[in-house]
């Protein structure tokens, strides 16, 4: 791959054709965050499928999926089953989005990354401690959270990348994303992203939405990240708590516009 | 039955009933949508109870609840387990709501939906397409959207209710809700409910309410639609996108009047 | 234990402690409220992690968290796994919390309900109708709703204390926390809190963060009890409804200060 380098003009791009394509997306994700995952999605122009069930999960994946999340958030042997029962590597596989949240030294959720890494999904996304402890150099953060910041985790995601042949997103105060040649970071978005639920999985979602329309991992992936931390600023900026700011986040991301993205996009 | 026609009148008195009663409703429902389908049940003045283990969905159905909703938005094998648990066809079985989300394509809910059916639901709630592929003459939707238009499915919608005795309520910029003797269309709503998630659900588990307090599935189906979709009108009024919309929806839900109802209903 | 009194001081030390040391709280919780609960506890200050599969429940309460809340509102297999794979009683166990909704009538959570009594939980929290329950003099409530008033629920409260050797919450329109030895009530809190799904399942939560940190399980019990309702009634004073009140009850838990509690806390 030649090096990219991403711009706003890009950004609104994949923006404009996630509205206009409004991409079905397959979540097989955790059940804390489901709902705001599903209304993050349709915020954004996408269709949310939450179809994840063993006897169903492949056919969707197959027939009907544009994009695929795949969220380890909640590991229940139920949702396992489904999510092992798609075949990531049929040539009727769309892009898909692996999170593998609070991976390291839980052992489920673990082992069932360590397996789907295997199969290379087009995006990996999580914070810092679990990309690290993906690529086998860390043993996880504290719960859900980071315990490194973004660039301590910039090797490992550059790694992850090159056994994929894929994007790595990195999320954080500033987002890195990596493919195998190039790093995109991106400095918006706002502190209160880590005071609301499920934050991390909207984007995961968000991401398998972008890939799904976009040229390559690593232009989807740092689009879907500017987008929804833009939207984040702006959300923020009316927000009076994080009661407020998750409302007005959906409210954001479904009336951005360019405009928008052009005075505030921070890509570097 | 004599043919019905449902006036504005007709319609407060269902949701004042509803207030005054408080019907039980045991939900067995998606998981995507479960605290929303509860929020708004309570917003109608129903006590929402989400029962729906196998070895507790009988009890709860035979004791307790005033109406059951059956949603099959994920069919995981625990919860298809509880559903196949009751005894529909019990004298102490109360009314019921059989949601067939995105039945058609899709094998595990369209076997379930299909056994369910021959249970005959006191009302059946759907899109065009689910409604449809539920009456054995589609293939269903785009996911959870429909692709079809409210009206294509009025053929199938009174198939259906001459098979289950009951009402079957097609959702979409119109509603239809029609028995095998009467048709209603209520021309109330706004396109901001396919915008967030669970506006169908929520539907499901306020026509549940409705039929628990009615004279009949066909009054009380076109009462809840009638009441949900006004509310959405009053919802979108101050709405600044799909969150605020949400959240101002159990706001209207919670304080619709008679005036409101009476000012604005479109039926026919 | 000698009999404690207490006080806004009292209740404000909670308060900061809980902000300051950020407890990682692990939720075996319902999934009709996860989101909501998980959300409550990061306005709090706390962290909320949802780990409640079998292979994952024991080794993350003996690792990682602080605090550890099980609800029986949803009892499926796979999470009754999970809830029974925890050592209670290990040396590592931190404290913990019982919400035993809807106890009663219903054989799988009742059943699950008694077994845990018997690992004694560190604070015991539900509306009077489920303690009296699990005291075993009475039948439970009306869905997840109370037919008994919180002063009908003081004998049951007392006992199960001695039993359990901690503290007992009941909640309703004035809160009873008690003791072996020591009784406290607190007369904050708003009538929506009723009209919202979870407001139950999140003081649950939000027990077992302060009991992470406070010197007692009544201390903690009573402060969180405190904390919540006095931001209740915060978020009740510029609601239009349940919508509103539930997205502002998330901005005043973040927000509240010390003088809210001075100038409100009503503790006898």
């Given at each position: 791959m030649p090096p990219v380098s991403l711009d706003a003009r890009t950004v609104i791009e994949q923006m404009e054709a996630v509205r206009e394509r409004q991409p079905l997306i397959q979540c097989l994700t955790n059940h804390v965050t489901t709902g705001f995952v599903a209304n993050v999605l349709l915020a954004v122009g996408a269709a949310p499928a939450m179809v994840d069930s063993a006897g169903e999960s492949e056919i969707f994946a197959r027939e009907a999926a544009d994009g695929v999340l795949v969220n380890l958030g909640t590991p229940h042997p139920a949702q396992c089953?489904?999510?092992?029962?798609?075949?990531?590597?049929?040539?009727?596989?769309?892009?898909?989005?692996?999170?593998?949240?609070?991976?390291?030294?839980?052992?489920?959720?673990?082992?069932?990354?360590?397996?789907?890494?295997?199969?290379?999904?087009?995006?990996?996304?999580?914070?810092?401690?679990?990309?690290?402890?993906?690529?086998?150099?860390?043993?996880?953060?504290?719960?859900?959270?980071?315990?490194?910041?973004?660039?301590?985790?910039?090797?490992?995601?550059?790694?992850?990348?090159?056994?994929?042949?894929?994007?790595?997103?990195?999320?954080?105060?500033?987002?890195?994303?990596?493919?195998?040649?190039?790093?995109?970071?991106?400095?918006?978005?706002?502190?209160?992203?880590?005071?609301?639920?499920?934050g991390g999985c909207a984007l995961g979602a968000v991401t398998a939405a972008f890939v799904a329309v976009s040229p390559s991992p690593l232009v989807g992936a740092a689009s879907a990240a500017a987008v929804y931390a833009i939207a984040g600023e702006k959300a923020a900026g009316d927000a009076a708590g994080p009661g407020t700011f998750a409302v007005h986040l959906l409210d954001a991301l479904r009336s951005l516009s360019a405009a928008d993205i052009m005075s505030r996009a921070d890509i570097s």
């Open positions: 089953d489904g999510i092992r029962a798609i075949d990531y590597g049929a040539d009727t596989m769309p892009p898909w989005v692996l999170d593998p949240v609070a991976v390291g030294s839980l052992p489920v959720r673990t082992a069932l990354a360590q397996e789907l890494l295997s199969h290379s999904p087009t995006v990996i996304r999580g914070n810092a401690s679990e990309i690290v402890a993906l690529a086998g150099s860390g043993q996880g953060g504290r719960g859900v959270d980071s315990t490194l910041g973004t660039d301590e985790a910039a090797t490992a995601a550059r790694d992850l990348a090159a056994r994929t042949h894929g994007a790595v997103a990195v999320s954080g105060p500033v987002d890195l994303i990596a493919d195998a040649s190039s790093t995109v970071r991106i400095a918006n978005g706002d502190p209160m992203f880590t005071e609301i639920t499920g």
